[in-house]
């Protein structure tokens, strides 16, 4: 065991306020729903101290159900298939990356849907993503394995690097993947969930 110090407890309070300051009550409306959004904000505001009710949420639940527009999944998958691919993106990946992103969405991940295409609308026409990547392996052994994304959607390279990492767990029982040189790989728990799509379990982590 090793337990934590006073000073690294009292870090950990800080850590703690300044997520709440920048990410729920700042950021709010770009992380959450804006439904969440705006109870969370109310519930962390220094300005009160009392908790929002159930009552209080479900009222703001009602007005922001009035706003919204409900677009089904198949449709939206099929038109954000068409933006990409009209970008120069080959059919398959274009397909690929819109599920990507409709699955996120259907998790309830706003930040991370397909809000995101606005980003990659103008990373693929400026020329800061390739459309049209080769992936090619940097290094490989029995357990582990490096790609080069080529410059190209992270979805693309962070897909296959999975796959081939549970096949090789397949065969010798634990294995490991890293990808560099590619844009944004979404969200994390893209792969996390693709592992489990393969009977494993699996960790992803992303930075940039």
């Known amino acids: 065991m090793f337990p934590l110090t006073e000073a690294e407890i009292r870090f ?39 908790i929002i009710s159930d009552n209080d949420c479900e009222s703001i639940h009602d007005r922001e159900s009035q706003r919204m527009i409900r677009i ?18 080959p059919d398959n990946d274009a397909t690929h990356i819109a599920r990507c992103l409709i699955d996120v969405d259907l998790r309830g991940v706003r930040s991370h849907g397909t809000r995101q295409l606005r980003r990659y609308v103008k990373e ?20 582990s394995l490096r790609l080069d994304g080529d410059g190209g959607a992270g979805y693309l390279v962070a897909s296959r690097a999975t796959d081939s990492t549970c096949d ?24 996390a969930r693709r592992v489990l799509s393969h009977g494993f379990i699996g960790w992803c982590v992303a930075g940039g």
């Open 72 to 89: 089904p999944p198949e449709a939206l998958h099929s038109w954000s298939t068409e933006v990409l691919a009209a970008l120069g993106v």
């Open 12 to 50: 950990l309070l800080e850590a703690y306020r300044f997520f709440i300051r920048n990410y729920v009550i700042k950021y709010g409306q770009h992380f959450f729903h804006n439904i969440y959004a705006s109870c969370l904000q109310r519930e962390t505001s220094h300005d009160r101290c009392d």
């Open 168 to 191: 090789k767990t397949n065969t010798v029982g634990l294995a490991v993947a890293a990808t560099c040189n590619h844009g944004h790989v979404g969200s994390a728990g893209i792969y």
């Open 124 to 143: 693929f026409r400026n020329g800061l993503v390739n459309t049209t990547p080769v992936i090619r392996v940097l290094r490989e052994t029995d357990h």
